[in-house]
Nanobody, 116 residues
Framework: QVQLVESGGGLVQPGGSLRLSCAAS????????MSWYRQAPGKERELVAH????????NYAVFVKGRFTISRDNANNTVYLQMNSLKPEDTAVYYC?????????WGKGTLVTVSS
């Protein structure tokens, strides 16, 4: 069955860094564009970053541009989100999403808390 498992979240101080991973299985990962979303308490889920199936094109939300980097390793069916210069407003549950022509798949999320 399809699985997306996020990891790497945790508590970090403002200005710190975290690297999130999303391990995929059960589908042909290399053919799926992948995205990271986040949802803060009391807010709607929002797109953070997107990467094409080959990794050749990436896009970012304006509020993370220059601080976050999305990448993928198709040989290991994993997508990453490197987060630098973290701010308290980055606190959220972070989800990865696989976008297919017939179905989208979501992970269960990993919590990132930015606080001193």
């Amino acid at each position: 069955q399809v699985q997306l498992v996020e990891s790497g979240g945790g508590l970090v101080q403002p200005g710190g860094s975290l690297r999130l991973s999303c391990a995929a299985s059960g589908f042909t990962f290399s053919t799926y564009p992948m995205s990271w979303y986040r949802q803060a308490p009391g807010k709607e889920r929002e797109l953070v970053a997107h990467i094409t199936s080959t990794g050749g094109i990436t896009n970012y939300a304006v509020f993370v541009k220059g601080r976050f980097t999305i990448s993928r390793d198709n040989a290991n069916n994993t997508v990453y989100l490197q987060m630098n210069s973290l701010k308290p407003e980055d606190t959220a549950v972070y989800y990865c999403k696989a976008s297919g022509t017939r179905a989208n798949y979501w992970g269960k999320g990993t919590l990132v808390t930015v606080s001193s």
